[in-house]
Nanobody
Framework: QVQLVESGGGLVQAGASLRLSCVAS????????MAWFRQPPGKEREFVSA????GGNTAVKGRFPTSRDNAKNSAYLQMDNLKPEDTAVYYC??????????????????WGQGTQVTVSS
């Protein structure tokens, strides 16, 4: 069982930056693809970006770049030049999807509780 805990969200003005962190425990972190999703108010959960684990070790590009530090069991999402439409609850997720399924939230087994990001205009 893998537990994921996100942090780093908050209320910022448009143009600001935030760095989200996701710390994992309870599993072999390096084996998992770590992905970020977000869910804007009243909308479906959507893919943000991902970094594949062992067997891939490559980033899957999306709205913001992601990185990982396997020694710290952590994944990060660097969000620069934030816009009001980036307002959402951001989730990190862990799983082992095939490359063609990386952007599908149903392909992930473990999820964090989410962290709110609000961008004011």
């Amino acid at each position: 069982q893998v537990q994921l805990v996100e942090s780093g969200g908050g209320l910022v003005q448009a143009g600001a930056s935030l760095r989200l962190s996701c710390v994992a425990s309870g599993g072999t972190f390096s084996r998992y693809t770590m992905a970020w999703f977000r869910q804007p108010p009243g909308k479906e959960r959507e893919f943000v970006s991902a970094y594949r684990g062992s067997g891939g070790n490559t980033a899957v590009k999306g709205r913001f770049p992601t990185s990982r530090d396997n020694a710290k069991n952590s994944a990060y999402l660097q969000m620069d030049n934030l816009k009001p439409e980036d307002t959402a609850v951001y989730y990190c997720a862990a799983g082992n999807p095939i490359l063609s399924n990386v952007r599908n939230p149903q392909a992930y087994i473990y999820w964090g509780q989410g962290t709110q990001v609000t961008v004011s205009s």
